[in-house]
């Protein structure tokens, strides 16, 4: 079985940074599509950004830079880095996987089969 854990969350003021991690047990990160999801109150869970086998990136419209998502192949880890926080990235951010390659990004919820617990972040103003 794969299981995914995730930390780096907190409370931070805006204008902050952040680098969430995610812990890959079971299977080898490099097998993966790793994607990060967040999801705040009331609303439905959102793409944030994923990164393929290959290792291309994708992001949301609404990262515009301040993102990355990288993995670490010898730490076994998948991390998103969230630089210039604003309270509106305040959510549950999940991070996610699907096993193989693939020739799209995937961006939607159904296209990964295993989730992490989710971290926190808060942004104040």
């Known amino acids: 079985q794969v299981q995914l854990v995730e930390s780096g969350g907190g409370l931070v003021q805006a204008g902050g940074s952040l680098r969430l991690s995610c812990a890959v047990s079971g299977g080898a990160v490099s097998s993966y599509s790793m994607g990060w999801f967040r999801q705040a109150p009331g609303k439905e869970r959102e793409f944030v950004a994923t990164?393929?086998?290959?290792?291309?990136?994708y992001y949301a419209n609404f990262v515009k830079g301040r993102f990355t998502i990288s993995r670490d192949n010898a730490k076994n880890t998948a991390s998103l880095q969230i630089n210039s926080l604003n309270p509106e990235d305040t959510a549950v951010y999940y991070c996610s996987a699907k096993r193989g390659g693939s020739v799209y990004y995937r961006t939607r919820t159904s296209e990964y089969d295993v989730w992490g617990q989710g971290t926190q972040v808060t942004v104040s103003s």
């Open positions: 990164i393929r086998t290959t290792e291309s990136t």
